[in-house]
């Protein structure tokens, strides 16, 4: 520390892991002043001399200027032509059930399957001990193997009791779900838009879950299966579905989109941008930064790959389609494919 004069500016000079910080002081030091003021001084040399130096790293994926721009894949909200669909509410049901009774009467012995569990034709499910009343039977009359293949239910009796093949609830079912069916309504004046398009033949039918996005199976509706029932207000249809995958299991409640006879114009987007987080449906949306901003969303009717935007989006919006993975908020972005934000925006 270095001072030339009482009245004259006072410079210090503080070092600190390579650092050099000036302090001055312009005021002239009196007796009392000038002594607190070195001991400040002193203090604040100190504290500089000891406390570590933290560089401010911009996180990976941080928005940060030194991040390298992300290479991403674009697309545009725009206004489309699409179908109308009516929705509905159904329940899947089996396409058959099978119930499985002891070939021969005596004690259950052991039971080899769980309630939900898939079983091949002929896969064991349990095993009888026969009263044998002075006959000889096979081992294979003591096994009870599954006539059909599909999902069992919950067992039907315990180890220990008697069955025999004249009981009527029998050890198990099996429900058949390759293919299965969903049973759901609509009311009367749209089940003429629904016959309109059965007219060109099967009708093209989308079950959903929870999130009502993501179609968890497609099936059809036939002309034969439509069950009016009398005196009521809507008419039953039957949809089937495939279900080689399993989406489906007999109980299920699923959202159920059937196409009407109609098409209206909404702002849609692919629904390769669509992304899904706690708080909801989001994209991202380019900014003519170049930079990505998290869009929330109110999505409506979902078809084939887009996704109809009620709230959160404004036609020509660029949003990402490809490459989200590797985004957060204010992430710098690099358009490899796909329209670029207009400068307005």
């Not at 500016?9 to 892991?17: P, Y």
């Not at 009717?301 to 990402?320: K, N, Y």
């Not at 710098?332 to 934000?341: D, K, L, Q, Y």
Request: hydrophobic letters at 40%; charged letters at 20%.
């Amino acid at each position: 520390m270095h001072i030339r004069s009482p009245n004259a500016v006072r410079s210090v000079k503080l070092i600190s892991g390579g650092r050099t910080m000036g302090l001055e002081h312009r005021r002239p030091f009196g007796r009392k002043t000038g002594a607190m003021q070195v001991a400040a001084l002193a203090l604040a040399c100190a504290i500089a001399m000891t406390s570590p130096t933290r560089a401010q790293v911009p996180g990976p994926q941080s928005g940060g200027p030194s991040e390298s721009p992300m290479p991403v894949v674009t697309a545009s909200a725009a206004l489309r032509t699409l179908p109308v669909y009516l929705r509905s509410v159904g329940t899947a049901v089996a396409s058959r059930t099978t119930v499985v009774r002891s070939a021969v009467s005596g004690n259950l012995t052991e039971i080899d399957f769980t309630a939900g569990q898939r079983v091949v034709a002929g896969d064991l499910l349990a095993r009888v001990e026969p009263r044998l009343d002075g006959a000889r039977l096979e081992r294979d009359a003591t096994e009870i193997r599954a006539p059909a293949s599909g999902m069992v239910g919950g067992a039907l009796r315990h180890v220990g009791d008697r069955v025999s093949p004249a009981d009527e609830t029998g050890i198990v079912t099996i429900s058949r779900t390759e293919p299965i069916s969903v049973v759901f309504a609509l009311p009367e004046t749209m089940l003429r838009a629904v016959r309109e398009k059965l007219l060109q033949g099967n009708l093209p039918v989308r079950a959903y879950g929870h999130d009502k996005v993501h179609a968890l199976a497609e099936g059809h509706l036939r002309r034969g299966d439509q069950k009016s029932r009398q005196g009521a207000d809507a008419g039953e249809l039957v949809a089937t579905f495939a279900n080689t995958d399993h989406a489906l299991t007999p109980g299920m409640r699923v959202d159920v989109r059937v196409p009407a006879n109609a098409t209206r114009s909404a702002l849609a987007i692919p629904l390769a941008a669509v992304r899904r987080s706690s708080a909801g449906y989001y994209t991202y949306m380019v900014t003519r930064h170049e930079t990505a901003h998290v869009r929330p969303l109110t999505l409506g009717i979902v078809t084939d790959d887009l996704a109809v935007v009620r709230e959160g989006l404004w036609p020509g919006d660029v949003i990402v389609t490809d490459g989200q993975e590797q985004l957060t908020e204010g992430s710098r972005v690099a358009i490899v494919e796909g329209p670029s934000p207009r400068p307005s925006e």
